[in-house]
């Protein structure tokens, strides 16, 4: 093909499919230009998510008669005029691409009428072409309504999810977006169902509640902080350090309103929770930053969910410090380290940091010792203690490939008296005495990871059960939440979990899986959700269901135990192929061989 300017039209729909990826995006971009007219009530309707239809109506300051062609005209922005205005700009928006994009891959009516006109104008456009143009006489402010987006990019329409899945999107941005402007009245309908609606109070928490619960925001920590020397202004949120999620999904970060991505935020954020925070989990934060436009440079992405701070070093140092303050002030965090007594434990040299360091990456399928290789590693030290073994009753057939067998012992090397247990500490640990050593035992973590294994070995084999609740839970969930819970009920019933819709914003339990009888089971459906959310297909989407299941219905630390709890945890402990890492990361077992002991008794 010889070389030729595209058409206009052509281009237009490239760069709209740049903008437009998805009807989540659309809404973005409409929900913005709202709050740059200065809105104080948005509401957002949708249906079939938002490819059948999306109506924004806000009272902002509408679009001038005059004008309202060229609202649509790409390029053409009422927001920006010279380079030099990018540095201070302070709206959400200023490229002028959005409606252009949005009216050319789709048709929209356009009612508006701006502050101080007697008149409004009511537009048609199909595919980027005013069609129609009357006078409209409503009150102040603007309706946009889409329908059928993306109709004439067959191709993009190819990658969309269901409905149920876009519509989730969507109901999270709105979620965003009224976390990120409080004092907005926000209005989320799905598909005639309301779905969120925010008081427009101008307090986080009000907008807060009706995203995450009332239990999670009136559990909130408030933060608040000037940093004179950044001209920084940070505010919001935070989670107490024993309500997280699975997921990294409830950390949002606005600067000057506008919601971003920064994960260098979430590590300061979350390192300011050490050690309170739980491995594998996360925090749910709100986190506001106000600084000098001139700080923040938003146009270095082209949906401007990333911006670039000046002084990010200090903020982020900022940010930190404010929020380990703000949490030491309701409850303070456990101290670090060790916390043995070097006057009554005296220890010359370096057994318990050995013991307790994190063991190296699992390399066996096995917890327990390997064969024996290198006498040196504490795990393949061989065992010292025969006769445990050889009162070992035979009642667990080796696995293949585990290395439960050994090379000069064709016998399980292990069996279920293996690990013969001392007793429980804290309430949270089991001491064991085993082959070769003392093994101190998570019971939570434990427990967890033999869960894990056998509900998915359950799983593939299609045995699923569900214990009947004697009254059904009823679990408030958040809009991106529920629509997963419903775009994934299958998965989630194939689980055990038995589950009906219940009113705009809740689920109604009426069974679970049995294991998590005793377990928080509202808890656990929102981590479920939460698990799922995304790439609920993906065998990693489903790998963080079990996990999310077996974690909630493990023995948790605390939890005291009898001896026959105990002995049974080991002997499952022993018959399951269990890494020496739970689902979440953490370890399993520490082991402290007999030869360290030797050593460090000065026995050898
Ligand atoms: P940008 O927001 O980058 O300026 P858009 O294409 O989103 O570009 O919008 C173009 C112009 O149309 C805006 O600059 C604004 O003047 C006007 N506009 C769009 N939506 C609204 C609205 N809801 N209320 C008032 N004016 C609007
Ligand atoms: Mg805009």
Not at 4 to 27: F, M, W
Not at 61 to 69: F, H, L, W, Y
Not at 221 to 236: K, M, N, W
Not at 437 to 448: I, K, L, M, R, S
Request: negative net charge; glycine residues 6%.
């Amino acid at each position: 093909m010889p070389i030729r300017k595209l058409d206009l039209d052509v281009v237009q729909k490239i760069a709209a499919g740049e903008i437009v990826e998805r009807p989540a995006s659309a809404v973005k971009e409409l929900i913005e230009n709202s709050l740059d007219a200065g809105a104080t009530q948005v509401q957002i309707e949708v249906r079939t998510g938002g490819l059948g239809l999306i109506r924004i109506v806000d009272d902002g300051r509408g679009i001038p008669a005059s004008e309202a062609e060229l609202a649509f005209a790409p390029h053409a922005t009422s927001k920006l005029r010279h380079v030099d205005d990018l540095a201070e700009i302070q709206t959400l928006g200023f490229r002028g691409e959005a409606l252009a994009s949005i009216a050319a891959v789709s048709h929209v009516v356009c009612h508006t009428r701006a502050e101080g006109e007697e008149m409004g104008v009511v537009l048609t456009l199909e595919e980027g072409n005013v069609v129609d143009r009357k006078p409209w006489a409503g009150p102040v402010g603007t309706s946009i309504v889409v329908r059928n987006l993306l109709f004439n990019v067959p191709a993009r329409l190819k990658f969309l999810r269901s409905s149920a899945s876009e519509a989730g999107h969507i109901g999270h941005l709105v979620e965003q977006f009224a976390m990120g402007h409080p004092e907005v009245r926000f209005r989320f309908v799905n598909d005639s169902r309301r779905v969120i609606e925010t008081p427009g109070s101008g307090n986080i928490r009000d907008a807060v509640r009706q995203v995450y619960g009332p239990e999670i925001a009136d559990a909130m920590v408030a933060l608040e902080d000037v940093v004179d020397s950044l001209q920084l202004r940070v505010f919001g949120l935070l989670s107490p350090p024993d309500q997280t999620r699975a997921t990294r999904s409830g950390l949002s970060f606005f600067v000057n309103g506008r919601r971003i991505n920064h994960l260098a935020l979430g590590y300061a954020i979350e390192e300011a929770y050490q050690p309170a925070l739980p491995a594998g989990r996360h925090p749910i934060v709100v986190l506001h930053l106000a600084l000098p436009p001139s700080s923040v440079d938003c146009n270095v992405h082209p949906t401007k969910v990333e911006v670039r701070l000046a002084s990010e070093r200090a903020i982020l140092g900022a940010v930190h410090k404010a929020v380990r303050q703000a949490l030491l002030e309701v409850a303070p965090l456990p101290e670090v380290g060790v916390s043995l007594e070097p006057a009554v434990w005296p220890v010359p040299s370096d057994w318990f940091e050995a013991a307790l360091a994190p063991p190296p990456p699992p390399v066996a399928p096995s917890v327990f010792p390997s064969p024996p290789t290198s006498s040196a590693s504490p795990l393949a030290t061989p065992p010292r203690t025969p006769d445990v073994l050889s009162q070992a009753p035979s009642t667990v057939p080796p696995r293949e490939g585990s290395a439960m067998t050994s090379e000069t012992d064709p016998q399980p090397a292990f069996r279920s008296t293996a690990l013969r247990a001392i007793g429980q500490i804290q309430n949270t640990y089991i001491i064991a005495e085993g082959p070769g050593g003392v093994y101190f035992v998570d019971q939570h973590t434990a427990h967890e990871r033999i869960l894990y294994e056998e509900i998915f070995t359950r799983r593939t084999s299609g045995h699923f059960s569900s214990q009947a609740l004697l009254t059904p839970v009823v679990v408030q969930l958040s809009a991106r939440q529920w629509s997963v819970v419903t775009e994934q009920s299958d998965a989630l019933r194939g689980l055990g979990f038995d589950i009906e819709e219940f009113g705009p914003d809740s689920f109604a339990v009426r069974g679970v899986p049995p294991t998590l009888i005793k377990g928080d089971i509202a808890r656990a459906l929102r981590d479920a959700a939460d698990a799922l959310t995304g790439d609920a297909e993906t065998p990693e989407g489903s790998d963080r269901l079990v996990a999310t299941l077996a974690c909630h219905s493990a023995v948790r630390a605390g939890d005291p135990l009898t001896p026959e709890e105990i002995n049974r945890l080991l002997v499952r402990l022993e018959t399951t192929d269990v890494s020496r890492y739970c689902p979440h990361g953490r370890p399993v077992v520490i082991h402290l061989s007999t030869a360290q002991l030797e050593r460090d008794f000065h026995r050898r």
